[in-house]
């Protein structure tokens, strides 16, 4: 069964203090790998799409990587903006759910000032 | 250039009403997804739509939902006879076609259950 585990559940960070966010999965085959940021009482907006182990992609102060087990997403010298809950999913090759997003439960990060 | 719209953005009923949730996606967008978001939990896939196929219904909870789309357009998900346990945020993404193509979100329905 394919599974997605994010750590850690929550994370507090002060402005500049830059830190990594891990994104865990099983899958029988990658098809892709996508975060995306939710603020409260909002759905969820795209960051990063990764396809295969050993891509990275980066927008402003988040850099994302992959692996053929874990993606970590970096934020250099976050701001308070950056806070937000992040979630990781994956869509798998052979997936019974067609083209559907399989969702780990998110990380939510607090910026201080 | 709008984005995928939900109504409403707010929804109270009372245990065993109907329910019906609208999803509109972006112009264009062939694909279109429902999630259910309950509190302290991942998205769940409920159901997918591609163009004019079967769609896919494997997420759906119970026979209690259920959903439909007009051709590539507007997506109404259905429950009947709410239960408690259905309370939770009901979000519907599009995207360009199927496979790899971004999911774009709305900003959902949430969805109480008393």
């Known amino acids: 069964e394919d599974q997605v585990t994010q750590s850690p559940e929550a994370l507090r960070l002060q402005e500049g203090e830059s830190s990594s966010l891990n994104c865990s999965y099983t899958?029988?085959?990658?098809?892709?790998l996508f975060w995306y940021r939710q603020d409260p009482g909002k759905g969820p907006e795209f960051l990063f799409t990764l396809y295969s182990a050993g891509e990275e992609k980066e927008k402003e102060r988040l850099k994302a990587t992959l692996t053929k087990k874990e993606s970590f997403l970096h934020i250099t010298a976050p701001k308070p903006e950056d806070s937000a809950t992040y979630l990781c999913a994956v869509q798998a090759m052979n997936s019974n759910s067609g083209y559907a997003l399989n969702f780990g439960k998110g990380t939510s990060l607090l910026v201080t000032p | 250039g709008a984005g995928v719209s939900q109504s409403p953005s707010n929804k109270v009923t009372e245990k065993g009403k109907d329910v019906e949730l609208r999803c509109d996606p972006i112009?264009?967008?062939?694909?279109l997804y429902w999630y259910r978001q309950r509190l302290g939990q991942g998205l769940e896939f409920l159901i997918y739509f591609q163009g004019n196929s079967a769609p896919d219904k494997s997420g759906l909870p119970s026979d209690r939902f259920s959903a439909e789309r007009t051709g590539e357009s507007v997506s109404t998900l259905t429950i009947q006879r709410t239960q408690q346990e259905d309370s939770a945020v009901y979000l519907c993404?599009?995207?360009?076609?199927?496979?790899?193509?971004?999911?774009?979100f709305g900003p959902g329905t949430r969805l109480t259950v008393l």
């Open positions: 993404a599009s995207s360009g076609g199927a496979g790899l193509n971004t999911q774009y």
């Open positions: 899958v029988s085959g990658l098809r892709g």
């Open positions: 112009s264009g967008h062939t694909a």
